[in-house]
């Protein structure tokens, strides 16, 4: 080996350090020097390449990466961390290819079936994410990230049993997974299995006294110790976290809230030729948006989520919006509204008469409150937080809690928000307007 050659190894050394390190500006340096001085090393511009992605700059990191496998196919590990970004980025069929290429050329390596499981389960070929998490936990038999993946899998695939046997081994495996708490109480809920989701909830709550989420589910599924309403950190949490696939989601929920509302709305539009001032209460990522902004001239959006708000920003149908809960931001409002609408968004609101009485401070004269609400089949009780984690309400308790906030019940009517579990969500979508 030259002087040269043993420099350079040495600066490769000096980045991967300095990158293993969390030093990255350092390893940057480093990396430049060697590529500076022999522009074609396939090792420096592989962990370049996964450098550039560390620092957001992902297009030139893949760009590195597949240069360093014209250089050096035979690379599993290249391959790996190409997979890597592509699937972040959710190209998932180039991803696909870049796994199995790695698998090919080392068939023992874990990460690469692993990794492959879970492309495959985005691209919603659960079967083949199976196959590929079978081979991850031959290889790695102790791996609880392996056992919960394939155990989503397994529930995709629709193998409840196998998918339940996989929760309970990762969380065997490893007792503070916590995602696998909710998964797996999720997964008995919808089996009906009320109870038992309540002690998985209970059981995560005692290991993760913290989680706003675990001890609202416990609390739902036990019925013990509901609260009035959802607290904020705990729509925030559950919120933040679905807002990239929330649209998808719902859309294969068979939602319908969106447009149950704004068609009672443009039912009372009448010679108004549509409302200067409308607000859309908890407007999520903007399903609203595009069907409210033909009613609206000025569309305003709340939402207590910022990921939900940054969706519903991307989409580009509201003047404005803003980050807050919805009861303190109606209370605190200076504008006022002709209409304020909201779909869904009430069910995580147990109490509503302060919610309504902050609606009506900031409605105009006769202005208009549209809204949707699960509906609860009789009983004694004016609300009920339901396994699921949201909220029944009866009629007759939103008539009388409309009717405290100064606010008159137009009309009720009976429809399907959307389908769970195999069957119709029946809901009330109510008018009111302010006296």
Not at 53 to 70: K, Q, T
Not at 95 to 100: F, P, Q
Not at 139 to 154: D, K
Request: charged share 25%.
């Amino acid at each position: 080996m030259t002087h040269r050659d043993r420099r350079n190894a040495e600066l490769l050394q000096s980045a991967m350090a300095a990158h293993r390190a969390g030093r990255l500006d350092a390893a940057r340096i480093h990396y430049e020097r060697v590529l500076a001085r022999n522009p074609r090393d396939p090792n420096a511009l592989h962990f370049h390449g996964v450098l550039q992605h560390n620092l957001g700059r992902s297009p030139e990191g893949i760009a590195s990466i597949r240069l360093s496998l014209e250089l050096a196919p035979a690379n599993p590990s290249a391959w790996l961390n190409l997979g890597n970004i592509l699937l972040q980025q959710e190209r998932c069929d180039a991803a696909k290819h870049a796994y199995e290429r790695a698998a090919d050329l080392e068939p023992d390596m874990a990460d690469a079936w692993y990794n492959l499981g879970i492309c495959l389960r985005k691209m919603e070929d659960a079967p083949a994410a199976v196959r590929a998490l079978d081979r991850a936990l031959r290889l790695r038999p102790t791996h609880a990230p392996s056992a919960y993946q394939r155990g989503i899998a397994r529930r995709d695939a629709g193998e409840l049993a196998a998918a339940e046997a996989d929760f309970r081994r990762a969380l065997e495996l490893k007792c503070d997974y916590f995602e696998v708490f909710e998964s797996l109480g999720m997964l008995l809920y919808r089996q009906d299995r009320i109870a038992e989701a309540a002690e998985v909830y209970r059981a995560w709550l005692a290991r993760d006294p913290s989680s706003s989420t675990a001890a609202h589910l416990a609390a739902a599924t036990s019925q013990e110790a509901v609260p009035p309403r959802g607290s904020d950190a705990y729509v925030i949490e559950t919120f933040d976290r679905f807002a990239p696939t929330f649209d998808q989601n719902l859309a294969n929920l068979c939602y319908r809230a969106p447009q149950l509302v704004v068609s009672a709305l443009d039912s009372v539009v009448g010679e108004r030729h549509g409302f200067e001032h409308v607000l859309d209460v908890g407007c999520g990522t903007g399903l609203c948006g595009a069907l409210l902004r033909p009613l609206a001239r000025h569309l305003m959006g709340v939402d207590l989520s910022p990921a939900m708000i940054e969706c519903a920003r991307a989409k580009g149908f509201y003047d404005e919006l803003c980050v807050a809960e919805l009861c303190a931001f109606m209370d605190r409002s200076t504008h006022k509204f002709d209409a304020i609408v909201s779909a869904d968004t009430f069910v995580y609101l147990g109490e509503l008469e302060s919610a309504f009485t902050a609606a009506a401070r900031c409605l105009n004269p006769s202005g208009i409150l549209v809204l949707t609400l699960e509906e609860m089949p009789g009983g004694a009780r004016d609300y009920r937080l339901e396994p699921h984690g949201r909220y029944s309400h009866r009629l007759e308790y939103v008539a009388r809690a409309l009717a405290h906030a100064g606010l008159t019940l137009i009309r009720s009517d009976t429809d399907v928000l959307r389908r769970e579990r195999g069957a119709d969500v029946h809901g009330l979508v109510v008018m009111a307007q302010r006296r």
